[in-house]
């Protein structure tokens, strides 16, 4: 990632890319929150993946519309491709129509009205986009108008995002005949049956967000993929009014144009149809603004808030300094001599260890006594009785263990020097005299000193 754009949270992940919330600051200091979309790592190695999602880059700057989400920059970064675009808060639309599904609700027709109006707005614009350059149609088909697909800020505006999709003439690679992209249930009849398509696909699929929405079920959904298409092969749409009596017959008729199987049945563009839903809402003085649209996005996010898991939190912060370990592993292999090999038997510097020659003098000897040879090293490096030593003790005549070991207690990090620990055992060895006798000391103290 470039080093003018900082990663803060993940936002979301789908099937082909996730999306970072982030920070880009300029050389001023001026800083400003972005949505950084990045390819999956696991998607770098198919070609024709990356060069659709550059397809959606370089289509996307050619696109500045308020019903759309700009890109700002694009980039490439260890091998993985991204996005910058504008920041969003708020939610997109399915989780609006869910929240509202589980309250046991539907949104009013006048909302749901309004939403498509400000989406067709953005849709006519890219329809009929030009490149700035040489002046040629762009043709671009969004092809994948899906409720995560349109995005609903804090203040009720409403902005179409991924492009990915899209099928231009300025695609780097086109798209193989008879290949279905899009999602299933928001497909048109000719795409979904590998047919050449173009604005009326789009015009197709807001039709059937305003059908969903207005009865609060899914129009095509079979049980597998193949089952879905079919569905949106043959077009059948069932009344509205059926389900939701509150529609009008005007209303209905203007989703079903939107519906029609036969594109040349259908509206002409996506205009037509914002003029058409437009002309409904005025005709019945139907007010709702984006104020209106704000009040249900709050609700929502709300909702989403207190729905956030610590776990999750966690999970991701785990995620990530598990990425940030990896990228430092692999930053040290092989720039440093001592990790060359197995860098679990790589020898230690000498300075590592702690110099023990001067524990002696910290008690004023000047020639400690040598460990003794038949004395085994434990791991750590301090003196230990094996099993042998240990039997030599149990037998009579066996020298004692050092009285230090037995009374000196266990070192905490308010001792500064071993050297304090024999000091204590000396102190004791005192008190033993005064108690025991003095030869009994004198003997102990020859055996803590000099054993």
Avoid at 130 to 140: K, Q, S, V, Y
Avoid at 160 to 173: P, R
Avoid at 238 to 247: D, G, K, R, V
Wanted: with cysteine.
């Amino acid at each position: 990632m470039a080093d003018r754009y900082t990663i803060s949270e993940r936002l979301d992940q789908g099937g082909m890319a996730e999306v970072f919330l982030g920070v880009a600051e300029s050389l001023q200091g001026f800083k400003k929150n972005v949505a950084i979309k990045r390819i999956l790592p696991s998607l770098t190695r198919n070609d024709k993946f990356v060069a659709m999602f550059l397809d959606e880059a370089k289509l996307s700057l050619y696109l500045q519309h308020a019903n759309i989400v700009q890109v700002f920059d694009i980039g490439q970064s260890e091998s993985s491709y991204f996005l910058v675009m504008e920041y969003v808060p708020g939610c997109n639309l399915r989780h609006l129509l869910d929240r509202l599904q589980e309250r046991g609700q539907r949104i009013r027709a006048a909302e749901a009205i309004y939403l498509m109006l400000e989406a067709c707005k953005g849709l006519a614009y890219a329809h009929g986009c030009e490149n700035p350059e040489t002046g040629e149609p762009l043709h671009i088909v969004h092809r994948d108008v899906s409720p995560p697909n349109i995005l609903i800020s804090k203040n009720g505006e409403v902005k179409l995002v991924d492009f990915g999709l899209a099928k231009a003439n300025s695609q780097i690679e086109s798209t193989d005949p008879g290949i279905v992209k899009g999602k299933f249930s928001y497909l048109s009849p000719e795409a979904a049956s590998g047919l050449d398509i173009d604005s009326r696909a789009d015009v197709f699929a807001v039709g059937i967000l305003l059908w969903e929405m207005l009865t609060g079920r899914r129009l095509f959904l079979g049980e597998s993929d193949y089952q879905t298409v079919e569905l949106v092969r043959q077009a059948r749409i069932p009344s509205i009014a059926a389900i939701n009596p509150e529609i009008e017959p005007e209303l209905e008729q203007i989703i079903r144009k939107a519906l029609e199987r036969d594109p040349d049945r259908r509206y002409a563009s996506a205009a037509d149809l914002g003029d058409a839903l437009a002309q409904y809402l005025f005709s019945r003085q139907m007010k709702v603004t984006a104020r209106d649209i704000a009040s249900l996005v709050r609700d929502t996010q709300m909702e989403q808030a207190k729905r956030r898991s610590p776990v999750a939190q966690e999970s991701l912060i785990d995620a990530m300094i598990q990425d940030e370990m990896a990228k430092l592993t692999s930053l040290l292999q092989g720039d440093s001599p001592a990790l060359e090999g197995d860098a679990g038997a790589a020898s230690l510097a000498p300075n590592a260890f702690e110099d023990t020659s001067t524990w002696a003098a910290d008690l004023g000897f000047d020639d400690p006594a040598p460990p003794r040879a038949s004395e085994p090293v434990s791991p750590a490096g301090a003196a230990s009785p094996g099993p042998a030593a240990h039997a030599e003790a149990s037998q009579p005549g066996a020298e004692i263990e050092p009285l230090s070991q037995v009374l000196e207690p266990e070192r905490t990090g308010s001792y500064e020097s071993p050297g304090q620990g024999r000091v204590i055992a000396i102190l004791v060895l005192v008190a033993v005299a005064l108690a025991a006798g003095i030869g009994t000391a004198l003997f102990l103290f020859r055996e803590q000193i000099f054993g």
